[in-house]
């Protein structure tokens, strides 16, 4: 067990990828956890069974995070089942279609907006009432480095996650006062089917570990090893870590 047990944590998109291996990270710590997820309830399903079967307390519940009704749905669902939040993770979210603004359809930028920072707002404005009466609140964005990087043709990306820090930044001060911890943590290109179709669509790369010998330390980063930056910034350990951006990029950006 971990450090800081007894904790309900909610991870949006927590059912694959990156997601999942945050809510097992967390769970591995001794957290119940929400999975949220849009389409692939198998996998979230699976996810908290992993994580009942770890002796915590888990459940999937449906909701696009892009749609505020339903983030309000899922929030009041989760508080009635295992109690007040007090780890929100806001990590769903989807790439854009690797197009020069030029040649981008106007809707693209706002769909982009809205599965990474008014997602992550909508949450975030939602948990807040009870997370303020917990003896401790953390928020964590799951950010990128192509808000460094802010390579060509990811407009649409490149903004929203911009979009996404600042709203964690924002928040991080407002929040401090109720105990609050606002944190954003920043991979670069990690093993999910996220990244594995980045590499392939951007550099026409089939197998994501043949990547493995020129990236940092020898591989490219697993899902796990952003989940162990999550739970470090969630714990004790990280008492007095607010407003701070981590990159978990091998120190590539
Ligand atoms: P995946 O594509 O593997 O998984 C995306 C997850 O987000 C899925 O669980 C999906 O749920 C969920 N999701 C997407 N849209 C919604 C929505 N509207 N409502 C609810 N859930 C949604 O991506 P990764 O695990 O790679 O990415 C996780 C986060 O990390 C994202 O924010 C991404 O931008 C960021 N990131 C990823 C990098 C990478 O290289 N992989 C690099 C830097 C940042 P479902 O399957 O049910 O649709």
Known sequence: MGLHTGRVAIVSGGGRGIGRAIALGLAADGHDVAINYRRDEAAAEATAAEILAMGCRSLAYAADVTDFAQCETMVNAVEDDLGPISILVNNAGVASKGQSVKSTDPQEPLRLFNAHAYAAWSLSKLVLPSMRTQPRGDIVMISSASTVYLAPNGAPYNMAKAALEALAATLAKEERRNGIHVNTIAPGLVDTDM?????????GVDDIRTLDASASFGHVCTPEEIADAVCWI??????????QRIGVDGGTF
């Not at 990244?195 to 550099?203: I, N, Q, S, T, Y």
């Open 195 to 203: 990244g594995r179709r980045l590499v392939k669509g951007a550099a």
């Open 234 to 243: 969630v714990s004790e350990r990280a008492s007095y870590v607010t407003g």
